[in-house]
């Protein structure tokens, strides 16, 4: 009689043209190609700008936006997870929860002390999912309202925010926050984004305040 083989799992990590991309061109993940592409169409980042990225690890929209600005330039990149192996010149790294915004708050003004405010910040914050669509949508635009008020802190009036978020029912709370603080917004899904994932990213233009 044949011996019945175990079905496998599926692998969670899918293989696709991006992350060969990645690996190709030395990106630490696909989702470079997220933030490429958002620069593309908005040209978002300028050469002048000082950039924090939220929820960076493992640091690849940091590496694009390092590309894209002056090379002595500050970059800080703020992330729940350690940094490991990396480092560039004037690229400062945070690991700090994004909610405990009473002690991030003076850790972030020790570096941009001089300049004061941010002329962007981007974020490509994601929920440590449970499989749940609606708890992890929930936890996506609670992040993302989270950082909507890192952004009334540091970054300039008339600048830019750029938050990614897993759109569902809960996504009009997060939309009523950015309205009251942006004068126009975009809601973009950028082809290295997975068909099957939930996640988009807003572009909120012109802070108001
Ligand atoms: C999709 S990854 C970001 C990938 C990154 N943009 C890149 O290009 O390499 C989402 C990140 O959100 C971070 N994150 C989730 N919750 C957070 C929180 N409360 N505070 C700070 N970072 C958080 C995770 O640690 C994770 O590294």
């Known amino acids: 009689m044949e011996k019945q083989r175990k079905k496998r799992p599926t692998p969670f990590i899918i293989h696709d043209e991006y992350f060969f991309k990645a690996k190709k061109e030395w990106y630490r993940a696909r989702s470079a190609f997220k933030l490429i592409e958002l620069q593309e169409k908005f040209s978002l ?9 939220v929820a960076s690890a493992p640091w690849s929209f940091l590496q694009v936006i390092r590309k894209n600005v002056w090379n002595d330039w500050l970059v800080v990149g703020i992330d729940l997870q350690k940094i490991d192996n990396f480092w560039q010149e004037n690229i400062h790294t945070i690991q700090h929860d994004i909610y405990e915004f009473d002690t991030l708050k003076p850790k972030v003004e020790a570096i941009i002390w001089e300049w004061k405010l941010f002329d962007l ?15 992890d949508q929930y936890e996506s ?8 008020k890192f952004a ?36 973009y899904k950028p082809f290295a984004c997975r068909d099957r994932s ?12």
């Open 141 to 148: 635009v609670e992040l993302n309202i989270w950082i909507v």
């Open 198 to 209: 939930p996640e988009e990213y807003v572009v909120c233009f012109d802070k108001l305040n």
């Open 45 to 53: 980042i300028k050469a002048w700008m000082k950039v924090c990225d």
């Open 152 to 187: 009334d802190v540091f970054l300039k009036k008339w600048w830019n925010l750029v938050l990614k978020v897993f759109i569902w029912e809960d996504f009009n709370d997060l939309l009523k926050e950015i309205k009251l603080r942006y004068k126009k917004l975009s809601v």
């Open 121 to 135: 910040v981007t974020s490509d914050i994601a929920p440590k999912t449970t499989g749940r669509a609606d708890i």
